[in-house]
């Protein structure tokens, strides 16, 4: 497979001021209707659906509802320029399209309806007999409208990276020399000691990243350090196994899904190992200078750093698929749970966010110059969270509203959302602080 070289062309998104607000209970059809058409507005489709008489809405249910109003899941779009549709972004086979002179069929220009035939009668008389839905079992994705600082981990020594559990709300906060395990009751406390300790043989290492195994169980550490470090974590934490690196530090990890293959990333390569059997499969060389942060996403390895460049590789293969510009150096990369969007965090603070697949890219542009930007992605889906320097910023998706924002005394080193979205643990100069999220 080519390599392909892309020119960073983006669409800008702004990050809204105002929260998204929240309903926590069940809305009537009036109130999700002009929810929908401000929805709508906001994200400036196209066309329209076939409008559907309120009194069908009514009749099936929320389920119904759902399946006949819901808007794409996108991200929202906004021109860059004034005299492009105001909340539209044109991908490059669009603009394709445009310049061999396509031209759309009549009644989709901006604002107007698509000409789409309504649903026949048969699929209407098979959703009439469908019984409603309660409001109590529909499954909604939430986002958090606030968070309330609960606590405070005195690790004593900067914290470089910080792991918070789902199922047994466990956090381990590392740095250097040690690792310190922390009990839930610690989480709602300011004061309280460390459930474990953890100390390296080497009292001079010192990890840098470590990431949380899907059923966490297991973690896994590098950082400064002579090989890769994993633990089980229960019944007690200890150390399973020693990975043998060839490079003397570790910048980042990147776990697959499933937990089997784990890439790290050194300066000019990365280390490509098989965790169940515990060798390493591949060194691959990547720029030396485009190997700060790693990912992965499916079959795809990307990769990052102080040349601005966002590399994506074959994890079959190994060959190079794609080098994107991004005009600025590259301080994280994560993915949506699905793998199907990126995010990029930059040195100006700005978010990348595209497509795994498609050739699709946006750009939220903040423009303020950062030493530290760390982003992660709620298991849930439906918010990610960006520590910028003393800021943490909890922002919804796609919609891009600022659902929080709260402001740190010291630049915040690394953060972690745990599994059931209830916490957020951030950690800085020689502390972790606690928030819990409130729905």
């Not at 423009?367 to 969270?385: D, E, M, P, R, T």
């Amino acid at each position: 497979m080519s390599e392909e070289k892309e020119e960073a062309s983006f669409g800008v998104l702004p990050i809204y001021d105002e929260p998204e607000k929240m309903g926590d209970v069940p809305e009537s059809p009036d109130a999700s209707s002009q929810q929908e058409h401000h929805a709508r507005s906001q994200l400036g489709e196209v066309c329209s659906p076939p409008e559907q008489p309120l009194g069908s809405l009514r009749q099936h249910g929320p389920a119904y509802q759902e399946m006949t109003c819901a808007s794409p899941q996108q991200w929202d779009p906004q021109a860059l320029d004034g005299s492009e549709l105001p909340a539209t972004w044109l991908s490059k086979a669009e603009s394709e399209d445009a310049a061999s002179g396509f031209s759309p069929p009549p009644g989709t220009e901006f604002g107007q309806p698509c000409p789409s035939p309504g649903p026949a009668e048969e699929v209407l008389s098979f959703l009439r007999a469908i019984p409603p839905v309660p409001d109590d079992v529909v499954v909604r994705q939430r986002a958090p409208h606030k968070s309330w600082k609960v606590g405070r981990l005195r690790h004593g020594k900067k914290v470089y990276a910080v792991a918070v559990s789902g199922s047994t709300h466990h956090v381990y906060t590392c740095g250097h020399g040690y690792i310190r395990v922390w009990d839930e009751s610690a989480l709602h406390a300011w004061d309280q000691a460390p459930r474990a300790q953890l100390n390296f043989q080497d009292r001079d290492s010192c990890v840098f990243t470590c990431k949380l195994f899907p059923d966490e169980r297991s973690l896994i550490t590098g950082g400064l350090s002579q090989s890769l470090t994993l633990w089980d974590l229960a019944p007690t934490p200890r150390v399973r196994a020693q990975l043998a690196s060839t490079g003397p530090v570790c910048y980042s990890l990147a776990l697959s899904s499933n937990a089997q293959i784990c890439v790290a990333c050194f300066k000019g390569f990365v280390e490509i190992w098989d965790l169940q059997n515990q060798i390493l499969i591949r060194k691959h060389e990547v720029p030396i200078y485009g190997s700060q942060c790693v990912d992965i996403t499916g079959n795809k390895l990307w990769t990052g750093g102080e040349d601005t460049k966002l590399y994506s590789w074959d994890l079959r293969s190994y060959q190079r698929l794609q080098q994107q510009d991004l005009r600025h150096e590259i301080l994280s990369i994560t993915h949506d749970p699905s793998e199907e969007w990126l995010l990029v965090g930059l040195r100006m603070s700005d978010i990348v966010i595209l497509h795994t697949n498609r050739k699709e890219k946006f750009k939220a542009v903040l423009q303020k110059y950062v030493y530290h930007h760390n982003l992660k992605f709620a298991s849930c889906g439906s918010y990610f969270v960006a520590t910028m320097n003393e800021t943490i910023r909890c922002i919804a998706a796609p919609s891009l509203h600022r659902l929080f924002q709260v402001e740190e005394s010291a630049h915040i080193l690394c953060c972690d959302v745990s599994s059931d979205n209830q916490y957020v643990v951030t950690g800085s100069k020689n502390s972790a602080t606690v928030y819990q999220l409130l729905y």
